[in-house]
């Protein structure tokens, strides 16, 4: 099988901290995002990668290079939305000649540099054949409370504990079919809906898709104190 790998890389971090954005953050000798699409530039059944980037993304030149000069000949890029989903549908627009309806794509963040190519291989290998797709997931394992809602930056008092059991936390990469992800996207956008990952748009059409059971190190980089965390799994993995 092959498939095609899009990576949402538009955003812009507020939460990370000033200056840098997090994709581009110094990490174990790369950057954030380079380690984000090691996995797929080491899988040959991945057949491109296309990154969508802020329009006034600066950073992305010197990564490009640096991935050139690897022989990684298979990466492009795209001007991505204000959105994720737009930024995804974006680049799927990109790949409209190349893609057949049915061909899989992938989609994993910019700031998860810490997928084990592991997670990724048992992903393709479980949903190859599926007729949706799905994703990689972790179960909650955290007792969880929801809070009311109160304005002011307050304290929040609890309205009552969440039933944990069929809770899982969403990963990526998130594995669908070229057509119906398209579609899926493009149904939401014109009725004024924004997905917070692609699995919500094909959700919304009344689809199921799978929950892969992946490493709950695949995080995602929010703050700057989460790259101590990424460089220590990275570091684990190498020993």
């Given at each position: 099988m092959r498939y095609w790998l899009v990576m949402p890389a538009a955003g812009s971090g507020s939460r990370f901290g000033p200056g840098v954005r997090k994709q581009y953050a110094p990490l174990e000798g790369r950057t954030v995002i380079e380690w984000a699409l090691a996995p797929f530039l080491g899988d040959r059944r991945c057949a491109q990668l296309v990154v969508a980037l802020a329009r006034d993304d600066?950073?992305?030149?010197?990564?490009?290079?640096?991935?050139?000069?690897s022989g990684a000949s298979a990466v492009t890029s795209v001007e991505g939305g204000e959105r994720r989903s737009d930024s995804v549908r974006r680049a799927l627009e990109s790949l409209a000649a190349s893609a057949s309806p049915s061909d899989w794509v992938l989609v994993h963040d910019a700031a998860r540099p810490c997928l084990d190519p592991a997670d990724l291989g048992r992903l393709l290998d479980r949903l190859g054949t599926h007729p949706v797709g799905g994703l990689l997931a972790t179960r909650?394992?955290?007792?969880?409370?929801?809070?009311?809602?109160?304005?002011?930056?307050?304290?929040p008092p609890v309205t009552e504990t969440v039933e944990r059991s069929d809770l899982w936390r969403a990963l990526t990469p998130q594995m669908f079919r070229f057509g119906p992800l398209c579609a899926a996207l493009d149904g939401a956008h014109a009725a004024g809906r924004f997905p917070s990952d692609e699995a919500e748009a094909l959700e919304w059409l009344g689809e199921r898709p799978v929950l892969v059971e992946g490493d709950s190190m695949n995080l995602k980089i929010t703050l700057a104190a989460d790259l101590a965390l990424a460089a220590a799994v990275l570091r684990a993995r190498r020993a």
């Open positions: 600066a950073d992305w030149k010197k990564v490009a290079a640096r991935l050139a000069a909650v394992s955290d007792t969880l409370k929801r809070a009311a809602r109160i304005g002011g930056g307050a304290d």
